[in-house]
């Protein structure tokens, strides 16, 4: 079989977001650059184009408009407080140093920076992470979720379109369905890339591809760069890293990427001798629910909660804090996978009304959240503002998702859980004593119970008084539409360590020296130094971080080519 061989300046394995910034930073100063993808172009953009693309922002004046008062002092203080470094003598020492220089850039110029690139925010600014309770703790002390125009096609279109515009201009080629398998290395220096050549596939985005193969190629140049992502599409690998802390991990998981994201870029980096950290960190949701029209295998959707829904065990015991909605992703995955009944099961349950349901459900993903991602305005002030009734994607979920469930009782409610759930029972008495419980909390404007004070103290913000929380009033009180349950199940995602950098995005030896010739950024390098985030996000970073690692590296590849 005859090898195609390419040569370039630079080799960007992967097509995602970070890989587009990095080849921009790259081509605007002339350099050549080969970007290989083993799927079509119609995925160009990665994971990005499927998220709900939020940013994290810090002092920004979408935040000083709604009456919010950040710092980087007070970022900062969440950033570490969330990530917890313990392994600074080894694997967080670049990783410290990536974090606190992103921090940085999120309270500068970024604001800037995004707009000038065509990056354009809403006046939304969301509360995610809201914490676990402590002020040296897990969270965002003030909201900071900055929402894009166009949802995550707004962050990812504008670097596709200047790839496009570079492979016009002949500056740029893609090597689309081409799956690299191995790194060339010489003398210690990697100088390329081999792979093989897959068969012509136009599946639609997201959708899993054909493997077959029908060639190999070869391609070499001064720098490659990796930017393929992390390891949620494969649940063996998921599994494998799954850190003790975290009790057993579930059976059954829901998968909140395409089949492609698989961890293969990770393998051919170690293999070629670059070190790979951190790689028991990782960000999987506990709010997953089945996507009732799927696009890749297993894929689930997350829930965005509001505070107000009641969360409970697959037996209906209530989660203590911080398992309330919205407030901890990595504590409330602890309680269920630790705890000695909780871990027996691989789900849990939200327990609310429509009224709830309405205006605190949001849903993960630019396809669940159309009026944004169209940048229809007029649409989002109607619908999500003076509306009435749930957002039509919420509304096909609660028609046609199996993990929804309605009902006029409690007592029904709790016989369809059961029914759904044959493996763990509810005792519909006991699940009405907690709710009532909950619900007498509501009577006074102050309260002992952690949910109700966090419900209490996100409507002192006016975006989420007008936009996301309603007002605390009881589950039970008969006026506020049918019950719900939600069954819930956890939700593969991102990887929070990876390949080693240093700040230039150089890929590190396990001696601590840099493998030349070798880079990486985006998820695969833990978007930044192996785990910028340390064991937690305050989320809006990983699409901040696939674009500040991809423009960090690709300037270091320009340094060291001497351009």
Same mark, same amino acid.
């Given at each position: ?6 040569? +370039? ?89 990536? +974090? ?113 193969v029908i060639g190999e190629f070869e ?23 799954? %850190?003790?802390?975290?009790?057993? %991990? %579930? ?52 829930? #965005? ?30 309680? #269920?996978?630790?705890? %000695? ?37 007029? +649409? ?44 763990? $029972? ?19 404007? $102050? ?70 010739? #070798?880079? +990486? ?25 696939? #674009? $500040? ?6 300037r270091g590849i320009v340094r060291d080519?001497?351009?």
């Amino acid at each position: 079989m005859e090898i195609q061989k390419f040569q +370039a300046d630079v080799i960007v394995i992967g097509a995602g977001l970070s890989g587009l910034v990095a080849a921009a930073e790259m081509t605007s100063v002339g350099l050549k650059v080969i970007v290989v993808d083993q799927e079509n172009s119609q995925n160009w953009g990665g994971q990005a184009h499927w998220s709900f693309g939020g940013l994290f922002l810090v002092d920004s004046p979408e935040q000083r408009h709604l009456g919010v008062r950040d710092s980087f002092d007070l970022a900062w203080s969440d950033w570490l407080g969330s990530a917890q470094f313990n392994r600074m003598d080894d694997q967080d020492s670049w990783a410290y140093q990536w +974090a606190q220089k992103y921090v940085e850039f999120a309270a500068g110029e970024k604001r800037t920076w995004i707009a000038d690139h065509g990056i354009e925010l809403t006046p939304v600014v969301g509360w995610a992470e809201r914490g676990d309770g402590r002020a040296q703790g897990h969270g965002n002390s003030v909201p900071r979720f900055h929402i894009c125009w166009g949802t995550g096609t707004g962050v990812s279109e504008p670097f596709v379109r200047h790839a496009v515009q570079a492979q016009l201009a002949g500056k740029l080629h893609f090597l689309n369905r081409c799956k690299v398998t191995s790194l060339l290395v010489d003398a210690g220096q990697v100088i390329g890339c081999r792979g093989q050549a897959l068969v012509a596939d136009a599946s639609p985005r997201g959708v899993a591809s054909s493997r077959r193969v029908i060639g190999e190629f070869e391609v070499k140049a001064e720098a490659t760069l990796i930017t393929t992502g992390g390891i949620g599409g494969n649940h063996e690998l998921v599994r494998k890293f799954w %850190p003790e802390r975290l009790g057993n %991990p %579930p059976k059954r998981m829901l998968t909140g990427v395409p089949a492609y994201v698989d961890g293969s870029g990770l393998d051919i980096a170690e293999r070629a001798g670059a070190r790979l950290v951190n790689r028991d960190r990782m960000w999987h949701y506990t709010e997953g629910v089945h996507n009732w029209d799927p696009i890749w295998p297993g894929h689930g959707i997350r829930i #965005l909660p509001g505070p107000s829904s009641l969360w409970i065990d697959a037996q209906g015991k209530r989660l203590p804090a911080p398992g309330i909605p919205g407030h901890d992703t990595i504590g409330t995955l602890k309680i #269920l996978r630790t705890g %000695p009944k909780a871990s027996q099961f691989d789900h849990s349950w939200f327990v609310l009304n429509q009224r709830i349901i309405e205006k605190e459900f949001a849903l993960s993903g630019s396809e669940q959240n159309p009026d944004i991602t169209e940048r229809n305005k007029q +649409a989002v002030i109607k619908d999500r503002i003076f509306g009435s009734g749930a957002p039509k994607p919420v509304s096909d979920f609660l028609k046609y998702g199996e993990d929804f469930l309605t009902a006029d009782t409690l007592e029904e409610l709790t016989e369809k859980m059961n029914a759904s759930a044959p493996e763990a $029972f509810i005792d519909s008495k006991e699940l009405r004593e907690q709710i009532e419980a909950r619900d007498r909390q509501v009577a006074n404007p $102050f309260s002992k119970d952690a949910q109700i004070q966090s419900i209490r103290n996100a409507r002192r913000y006016i975006g989420d008084r007008l936009m996301r929380v309603v007002s605390p009033r009881p589950i039970l009180d008969g006026k506020s539409g049918p019950l719900i349950a939600v069954k819930l199940h956890t939700l593969t995602r991102k990887s929070l360590g990876g390949i080693q950098t240093d700040l230039s995005g150089r890929a590190l030896k396990s001696d601590g020296t840099a493998l030349t010739g #070798l880079y +990486a950024a985006g998820e695969a390098s833990g978007f930044g130094g192996g785990g910028m985030h340390g064991y937690n996000a305050l989320e809006g970073t990983f699409l901040g971080g696939c #674009l $500040f690692s991809g423009r960090e590296t690709g300037r270091g590849i320009v340094r060291d080519l001497g351009i």
